[in-house]
């Protein structure tokens, strides 16, 4: 089944002589089960459409559709409730709570999906001990290194045990051992709870736990064999 379509999807920010094109007649189909590496340069729009394909941000003509259901057709509130219960982002800053601790960011997203607290809370203790992060549980965000920090946003990404997974760039800060792990349980995660992902990447390590490749330049999406 189609897990993600996006149907030539364009996006411009901003408008008259400072408009920027960051997404052009952007097409885009993922299948269920389907691990996609999105790769391009810096400014090349990847977070721009895995924003759009999260409905965090309208794009500017096209459209997506997630599973059945168009992201275009849902009210606000139908769109947080699809967010919250159904996509898993990791950020590129990770966007950690900084007055939380490292299971409290992650155990703070099962309040808004409607997933039970007490399977939240034995999921983000499973993904703590998958993420090496166990005696690092109490800790605050400052108190932790980049790559723990990093690893906090993807166990939070997991949580909820959404549909689809948007991770950018999720092994920025950690080395090749770290990095492999995390990746190898993101493609695990997908192949064996039937989910969708796309991750953004500049490792080409990473590249081969993933099933395609798909290359972005000027907000031009260039598909690989
Ligand atoms: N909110 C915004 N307002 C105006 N322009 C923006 C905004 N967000 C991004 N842009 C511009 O859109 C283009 C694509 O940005 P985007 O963040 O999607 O790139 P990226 O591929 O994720 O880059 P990086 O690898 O550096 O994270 C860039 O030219 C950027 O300056
Ligand atoms: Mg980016």
């Known amino acids: 089944m189609t897990a993600i379509n996006v149907d030539d ?17 952007a097409s885009l189909e993922l ?28 794009p500017t003509s096209g459209r997506v559709t997630i599973g059945d259901t168009a992201l275009a057709g849902m009210s606000k509130k139908e769109q947080t409730r699809f967010r ?36 939240i809370e034995a999921r983000a ?33 997991l949580v909820t045990d959404p549909d689809l997974i948007l991770v950018d760039e999720p092994t920025a800060s950690l080395d090749t051992e770290l990095g492999t792990q995390v990746v190898r349980l993101l493609a695990t995660e997908i192949k064996t709870r039937g989910k969708a992902g796309i991750m953004v990447t ?6 081969e736990y993933t099933d395609r490749t798909v290359r972005i330049l000027d907000g031009e999406l260039l598909d690989e064999a």
């Open 31 to 58: 299948r269920d089960n389907e691990f996609l590496a999105l790769l391009g340069p810096s400014g090349s729009g990847k977070t721009t459409l895995l924003s759009v394909i999260g409905g965090l941000l309208a």
């Open 202 to 207: 500049h490792d080409l390590r990473m590249v």
């Open 84 to 119: 919250a219960n159904r996509v898993g982002f990791v950020f590129q800053g990770f966007n950690l709570v900084p007055f939380l601790t490292a299971r409290e960011n992650m155990t703070v997203m099962g309040s808004i999906s409607d997933a039970p607290r007490s399977e």
């Open 125 to 157: 203790d499973q993904l703590l001990d998958e993420l090496g992060l166990t005696d690092r549980k109490n800790n605050l965000p400052e108190q932790l290194s980049g790559g723990e920090r990093q690893r906090v946003a993807i166990g939070r990404a």
């Open 9 to 25: 999807v364009t996006k411009i920010y901003g408008e008259g002589h400072t408009a920027v094109r960051a997404l052009r007649d």
